[in-house]
């Protein structure tokens, strides 16, 4: 499955963007978000090439563009935001205890887990500092404190989601609504933010702002269920991960809730059991895949992320968009409830 064209449209811009918002910090703490980002290796040495989709940042501009004339005032909105979620990014890895990230050593796993937060801390200041370019570019500053008051908000539902999170660990009694509260508040409060913030400096309307917040939200949604998906049943080809990884690593990702949530009796006494373990081997993997699939676990949880891409696109019924602007949201939507990597 291929990347919708709209990553491809923004992809440059927002990678200048966020290397100029970088460019006057020489100190080697800044040495850990270029390295983060993808920009250099751990010696310093320049890589071609940037980390991850840059997926909020381009929602945040195709909705510029599809409400407005033009994106060029968004991209200052749009660089803050993927610096949040990088930031975002590497205190989670200091959390999770993860040793690898986009196939290499994390931070902390270089640097150590103090200087890692130091760094993640970092990323989040300098991207209030980015968002203040708004004014550069003939942003009003009424819309400027609106587009800082949308960031600080959705910043800190996604730290109230990651505390969702990690109080899960412990847990097995998560039910499906929480679940779908937390990653709401985790994935869903940045996304909705990206395509609100778009909107916001597009000049759009309160209604169509909150309409374009309400898709963000959902696709969110979509999004972090497709992605529980693929931890379990992705190629590894495609994902870079093993199948079953997320089960090997005991997430509380949406199809172990569904199960926890639908199974009795010995079938959940056992998945309760494996769970429990210190370690999940290769037979107790197994075990567990069998249960999902006797639960149909994996067509429920895609069934529901196609359900939230259609609420998204729902929203879009309530600004009148362009056909090319339609037709990209649609892809993009699609996209993140069907994508393979």
Known sequence: MELPSAFDRYRAEIDAE??????????????????????IDAQGRPLNGSAGKALRPTLCLLACEALGDGYAQALPAAAAIELVHNFSLIHDDVQDDDRERRHRPTVWAIWGKPQAINAGTAMRVVA??????LGEHGVPVEVQLEAQ?????????????????????????????????????KTGALIGCALEMGALLGGAG???????????????LAFQIRDDILGIWGEQ??????????????????????????TQGEARATLVDIYRRDEIDDGALATVLDLLDGLRARDEAQALAC??????????????????????LEEMANFLAQRDF
């Open 149 to 185: 008051r949308l960031l600080d908000e959705s910043c800190l539902r996604l730290i109230e989601g990651q505390y969702l999170d990690i109080s899960f660990e412990e847990r097995l009694d998560v039910g499906v609504s929480e679940y779908l509260q937390m990653i709401g508040l």
């Open 307 to 328: 359900a939230y891409c259609g609420r998204a696109l729902a929203e879009m019924d309530h600004a009148a968009l362009s056909p090319w602007a339609q037709q990209s």
């Open 206 to 220: 309160a209604p169509t702002v909150e309409a374009f917040r309400n898709l963000g939200r959902n696709l969110g």
């Open 237 to 262: 080809e495609k994902t870079g991960k093993p199948v079953g990884s997320d089960i090997r690593r005991k997430k509380k990702s949406l199809p172990i809730v569904y199960a926890l949530e639908r």
């Open 18 to 39: 966020v290397r100029s918002a970088l460019a006057t910090y020489t100190s080697p703490l800044y040495a850990m978000l270029r390295y983060h980002l993808g920009w």
């Open 128 to 133: 209030n500092l980015t968002l203040l370019r």
